[in-house]
């Protein structure tokens, strides 16, 4: 035989020269969940590991992350019932949780990016990502919501906003207010292929954010389809999107790869709650052992994708699963 492929596996130090993929802490973003209140840590009960934080422990958390050499962070807001409303007021309203949460961090770590979540289920009294009227969610009339909210995030410190409500346009509504307003190196992080998917579960559970009637099979996107991601993609690059993403993440790699193939931009992934909800059940009841969580971000970074959000983030670092530079 002239070719044996194993002559390059025969050793770690020739397994590492020869590796096609790399990972590493810079790829990675970790979405935390916050809370209102002093003191507080909860733990997710669907999500083992992962948990809302007052702004004092979110601090804390974040601290203890950069220093495993992990600098990215997506914060999501668990919003009190009382505080929601139809238009969402309380996402862009001065001192509101979310963007002193913003600011409390940009403040004590300048060297932190934040990315902040633009849509209004978290804030809605109906739970739905738009305005509701007689059951159907009014697409332009919710972009000035939209944007009020990136606008307050931009001026709370957020380095980059990420809209994930699949409004029609709102990434160019969005874009050309915050450069009339002055944010114009603040990025755009469209989750542009986002799909209607049952593995958002244990996400909503987080921030009590499922829709209180109806579903979302008008916005986000059909499992089944994979060219409308590429309409969507055309039309946010179009609009000034920096970063274009693909959610849920392992049920959609050929997305991903089908978006890294076709655009410049770089491409972000969601390795969503669902997803990691499954692991962690397997893991505990032994029925997979933790390597399959390398395993599934290096899948992420082989199809294509740049930054990772996961809720893995941490956890591969303190275990040494990666390094500060690489695998």
Same mark, same amino acid.
């Given at each position: 035989?002239?070719? =044996?492929?194993?002559?390059? =596996?025969?050793?770690?130090?020739?397994?590492?020269?020869?590796?096609?993929?790399?990972?590493?802490?810079?790829?990675?973003?970790?979405?935390?969940?916050?809370?209102?209140?002093?003191?507080?840590?909860?733990?997710?009960?669907? #999500?083992?590991?992962?948990?809302?934080? !007052?702004?004092?422990?979110?601090?804390?958390?974040?601290?203890?992350?950069?220093?495993?050499?992990?600098?990215?962070?997506?914060?999501?807001?668990?919003? %009190? %019932?009382?505080?929601? +409303?139809? &238009?969402?007021?309380? !996402?862009?309203?001065?001192?509101?949780?979310?963007?002193?949460?913003?600011?409390?961090?940009?403040?004590?770590?300048?060297?932190?990016?934040?990315?902040?979540? /633009?849509? #209004?289920?978290? &804030?809605?009294?109906?739970?739905?990502?738009?305005? /509701?009227?007689?059951? %159907?969610?009014?697409? @332009?009339?919710?972009?000035?919501?939209?944007?009020? #909210?990136?606008?307050?995030?931009?001026?709370?410190?957020?380095?980059?906003?990420?809209?994930?409500?699949? #409004?029609?346009?709102?990434?160019?509504?969005? =874009?050309?207010?915050?450069?009339?307003?002055?944010?114009?190196?603040?990025?755009?992080?469209?989750?542009?292929?986002? &799909?209607?998917?049952?593995?958002?579960?244990?996400? =909503?559970?987080?921030?009590?954010?499922?829709?209180?009637?109806? +579903?979302?099979?008008?916005?986000?996107?059909?499992?089944?389809?994979?060219?409308?991601?590429?309409?969507?993609?055309?039309?946010?690059?179009?609009?000034?999107?920096?970063?274009?993403?693909?959610?849920?993440?392992?049920?959609?790699? @050929?997305?991903?790869?089908?978006?890294?193939?076709?655009?410049?931009?770089?491409?972000? /992934?969601?390795?969503?709650?669902?997803?990691?909800?499954?692991?962690?059940?397997?893991?505990?009841?032994?029925?997979? @052992?933790?390597?399959?969580?390398?395993?599934?971000?290096?899948?992420?970074?082989?199809?294509?994708?740049?930054?990772?959000?996961?809720?893995?983030?941490?956890?591969?670092?303190?275990?040494?699963?990666?390094?500060? !530079?690489?695998?």
């Amino acid at each position: 035989m002239l070719q =044996r492929p194993r002559r390059n =596996r025969k050793s770690a130090v020739i397994r590492d020269m020869i590796q096609e993929t790399r990972l590493d802490a810079s790829n990675l973003i970790f979405p935390l969940f916050i809370v209102d209140g002093q003191n507080q840590k909860t733990e997710v009960k669907s #999500m083992p590991g992962i948990y809302r934080y !007052s702004i004092d422990n979110l601090l804390k958390e974040v601290e203890s992350c950069l220093k495993l050499g992990l600098r990215s962070f997506d914060l999501f807001p668990n919003i %009190e %019932e009382s505080l929601k +409303d139809k &238009y969402a007021t309380e !996402s862009y309203r001065d001192g509101s949780l979310y963007l002193r949460a913003i600011a409390a961090v940009k403040k004590n770590f300048p060297e932190a990016c934040i990315v902040t979540d /633009v849509a #209004m289920d978290p &804030y809605s009294s109906d739970g739905h990502d738009g305005i /509701v009227e007689n059951g %159907e969610i009014l697409n @332009d009339e919710t972009l000035e919501v939209l944007g009020k #909210m990136a606008l307050a995030h931009a001026q709370s410190g957020a380095d980059i906003i990420a809209p994930s409500d699949m #409004m029609d346009g709102r990434i160019g509504y969005i =874009r050309e207010l915050l450069d009339h307003n002055g944010f114009t190196n603040v990025s755009l992080m469209s989750y542009t292929a986002k &799909y209607a998917s049952a593995y958002y579960g244990p996400f =909503r559970d987080a921030l009590g954010s499922a829709p209180k009637h109806g +579903d979302k099979k008008t916005y986000q996107m059909n499992p089944a389809n994979a060219k409308e991601a590429l309409i969507e993609a055309q039309l946010d690059a179009q609009e000034g999107a920096d970063f274009l993403m693909v959610k849920p993440g392992l049920p959609y790699l @050929d997305i991903v790869k089908l978006l890294a193939g076709n655009f410049d931009l770089p491409i972000a /992934v969601y390795n969503v709650s669902g997803e990691y909800a499954m692991l962690k059940a397997a893991i505990q009841n032994g029925w997979l @052992d933790e390597r399959v969580i390398l395993e599934t971000l290096l899948s992420f970074r082989r199809a294509g994708a740049t930054a990772i959000l996961s809720y893995h983030s941490k956890e591969v670092l303190e275990k040494g699963f990666i390094s500060h !530079s690489t695998i």
